[in-house]
């Protein structure tokens, strides 16, 4: 049974196999049953000592992803991770936030009025006073995202930590007559801090989606500054393209009326 709060093993190169070797189970590289390369194997395979496999081992088997049988080696018996997950549709990100809500739970960690830090404050143009909200979303009880949001405290002033707590932002914000116009938003990698570790439950400097959003109103005004950190085996982000343009000049481009599986964001 995979731990609750799980830990890293020690040292760098043994967190390193450790992640790959995890990840290469959670996406089936290494089925269920399938018996993993023996620690001398492993070690030439990720240039490694011996000592270093075995580190990483033992945290795989606490984690309940693989078991050590006598005589029979090391067996997959994971991923331990529930198989349930997000898709969300790069092209039509924005429309789903409101159903988001409805397939899925979230859980408030922290609320507070601050001062903005320096990126929120010179992405929203404001150097007031801002709610600062972190939630974990989870579906079917599994947790998949962490999210930071800040809201000039002139527009969250209008909802409270209750609401925060029942109710997706994007559905919050127009209540409070906010008229949301566009949104700006980045993806990129990162690696999970221990607290958000924790949250997401994983290990420590597991692999993450990071994404960043700033949301303008019809004025230009920002009003949320949203960081999303996604765990990328129970979230992932897709784009239909469509090839368009006259012969010669045919490129790439996004369809905007492509239909995800199910919602997902805020």
């Known amino acids: 049974m995979a731990r609750t709060a799980r830990q890293s093993p020690e040292?760098?190169?043994a967190q390193r196999v450790y992640l790959l070797l995890r990840d290469e189970i959670v996406s089936g590289e290494y089925p269920v049953g399938a018996t993993l390369p023996g620690e001398?194997?492993?070690?030439?395979?990720?240039g490694v000592s011996r000592v270093t496999i075995r580190r990483a081992m033992d945290v795989l088997v606490a984690d309940g992803l693989v078991?050590?049988?006598i005589g029979a080696g090391s067996v997959v018996q994971g991923p331990a991770l529930p198989q349930t997950g997000?898709?969300?549709?790069?092209?039509?990100?924005?429309?789903?936030?409101?159903?988001?809500?409805q397939e899925t739970t979230a859980r408030l960690l922290s609320y507070a009025y601050v001062s903005p830090p320096p990126a929120v404050a010179g992405a929203l143009n404001t150097t007031a006073r801002v709610q600062r909200a972190v939630r974990v979303r989870s579906i079917d009880g599994a947790?998949?995202?962490h999210l930071t949001t800040h809201v000039p405290e002139s527009i969250a002033q209008n909802f409270s930590e209750a609401d925060l707590a029942t109710t997706p932002l994007f559905r919050l914000l127009e209540r409070s007559g906010v008229q949301v116009e566009r949104a700006?938003?980045?993806i990129s990698a990162t690696l999970a801090t221990p607290d958000v570790a924790e949250a997401l439950d994983l290990a420590p400097g597991s692999a993450l989606i990071a994404l960043t959003r700033v949301v303008y109103d019809q004025t230009g005004r920002g009003i949320e500054h949203l960081s999303a950190l996604y765990r990328p085996d129970r979230f992932r982000l897709e784009m239909t393209l469509n090839r368009v343009g006259s012969q010669g000049a045919r490129q790439w481009a996004p369809s905007l009326a492509s239909v995800p599986t199910r919602g997902g964001a805020e």
């Open 40 to 46: 001398h194997r492993l070690a030439e395979m990720y």
């Open 143 to 145: 947790p998949f995202s």
């Open 184 to 186: 700006d938003q980045a």
């Open 86 to 101: 997000i898709a969300a549709d790069f092209a039509t990100l924005m429309p789903q936030l409101v159903r988001m809500g």
């Open 11 to 13: 040292g760098g190169k």
């Open 67 to 69: 078991q050590r049988r």
